[in-house]
């Protein structure tokens, strides 16, 4: 066994090379949970309330961003095998199209705008918790732009290999974003005390700026030469139906997934506000561990897609098992702690003794489906890399109506449930994801998948990787 491990250390797509290629996006995402991670925490130091607020109205208007940065995200699948294909002059049409599909989710976020107050009357949460959901969220549908278009500009990027400009971005960014929450929801100098507004003003203005940057970086004459940015700007028809083709399931899959989670929490606030609040806090912490996943899943996406444009999947399943060792490793280490010293996690947040003792029990359910969580996250990236993103929405779609959704609001609505059974089907809903996935991913219809026009394969450039056998 050491020596496979040895073995795989050190072979190419191995775990110095998973490690090395996924560090920067793995930060990046890093950045994020732990932007949120803060938001919340001086949310929780100006209001219990404020805390409560801020998770279903923030995961509302994601709802209807992720549709949205799923489809656009995917550009970054497309410029990976186009790359692993040697036309690197299709990929400026990819980055064009996927901006427009940007500007055109950003329409319909102002759309949704003027909707926050019947949305949240709605959904039946106190008074004083839907004017704080309905401020959160109009604010953030305003600034929908630039998580959306940020995240197309990122695939640029990433579907290159070239994932260092993604993490300064967002560091920069997330630490700007972090200063302005401060001055903003606590009211600092100059800056008005705005609490839960303040939050959401201070997150629209790090996406605007994550805008500026990306442009800097991208529109460079270098980049015109080798990709032709900016003379692949005209429309083509044939084009956007494709990337609509496989970009929209994988939008579809992101969206449906969220819904579902968004739909499970909307239902836990109608428990009661301690109930919302301890879900948020374990939400949060949870957020820590799986959101560097997503970071690990995306570079294994576009090393997938590049392998798979090369006409290489055999590879690209080495690529994958590598990915997963590490991220269960990584996991697992994540569960030990969340286990055995939960309150260092809670400390942070200005919870009440009661809240405080629930949010612990609440990171047990954590710990029994984090493992599942990880499988789920990369098996699903590693397909999607090749273009099997039909079968990952149609799953996604079926398992949160069945197992999240429905036996969630039957518990709350007909049975008058505690919080513990809704958190028992969210465990369910996440083991059952990561085998489904697991499943597909050794069913191995995705080695035949591509999203580019070339037909079939490509003639292999290298023998499948022969350095280690499967672990």
């Known amino acids: 066994m050491l020596d496979k491990i040895t ?8 775990y110095r090379h998973i490690l090395i290629v996924a560090f920067p996006l793995i930060l990046s995402t890093g950045s994020w949970s732990i932007q949120q991670f803060v938001d919340r925490m001086f949310l929780s130091w100006h209001s219990e309330e404020a805390l409560a607020a801020a998770m279903p109205a923030g995961i509302l208007n994601f709802v209807f961003i992720c549709l949205f940065i799923g489809t656009v995200s995917y550009a970054g699948t497309f410029v990976s095998q186009y790359v692993g294909a040697k036309e690197d002059h299709k990929v400026g049409t990819v980055l064009w199209h ?29 008074e004083n918790l839907q004017i704080m959901e309905s401020t959160y969220f109009r604010i953030l549908c305003f600034g929908g732009l630039g998580p959306i278009l940020s995240s197309a500009f990122a695939g640029f990027f990433t579907g290159q290999g070239r994932n260092w400009p993604v993490m300064w971005v967002n560091l920069f960014t997330t630490a700007i974003n972090l200063v302005l929450d401060y001055l903003l929801i606590f009211g600092v100098g100059i800056f008005p005390e705005m609490g839960i507004a303040g939050a959401a003003i201070a997150t629209i203005i790090a996406g605007f700026l994550s805008i500026g940057m990306y442009l800097v970086l991208i529109f460079r004459p270098e980049n015109e ?76 996406s576009m090393m997938v897609g590049q392998n798979i444009g090369g006409g290489d999947p055999e590879t690209a399943k080495y690529a994958a098992n590598s990915a997963v060792q590490l991220g269960m490793v990584y996991m697992i280490f994540c569960t030990f702690l969340y286990v055995v010293i939960p309150h260092v996690f809670i400390a942070p947040f200005a919870a009440s003794p009661e809240t405080f003792n629930m949010a612990i029990i609440l990171l047990r359910f954590v710990a029994v489906y984090a493992v599942f ?18 079968f990952v929405m149609r799953v996604t779609t079926a398992l949160s109506i069945f197992v999240l959704i429905i036996p969630t609001f039957i518990a709350v609505e007909y049975f008058d449930s505690d919080l513990y059974w809704p958190w028992t089907f969210c465990a369910l809903f996440i083991v059952a994801m990561g085998l489904t996935f697991l499943g597909r991913f050794y069913g191995g219809k995705w080695k035949s998948m591509s999203v580019i026009e070339t037909p079939g394969f490509l003639p292999s450039q290298h023998p499948a990787n022969p350095i280690a056998p499967e672990i």
């Open 98 to 126: 996927s901006f427009y599909l940007s500007l055109f989710g950003a329409v319909v976020l102002l759309l949704v705008s003027p909707l926050s107050t019947k949305l949240f009357s709605i959904i039946g949460h106190n």
């Open 373 to 390: 969580d990880t499988l789920s996250i990369l098996y699903s990236s590693a397909i999607k890399g090749a273009g099997d993103t039909h």
């Open 225 to 300: 030469r080798r990709f032709k940015i900016w003379s692949s700007r005209s429309w083509d028809a044939s084009f956007m139906k494709r990337f609509l083709k496989y970009g929209l399931p994988s939008g579809g899959h992101f969206f449906l997934e969220i819904m579902g989670f968004t739909a499970f929490i909307l239902i836990l606030g109608r428990i009661g506000q301690m109930e919302l609040a301890a879900t948020n806090i374990a939400i949060n912490i949870n957020s820590l561990a799986f959101m560097p996943m997503f970071g690990l899943g995306i570079a294994l």
């Open 7 to 14: 073995t795989r250390w050190g072979s190419e797509f191995g």
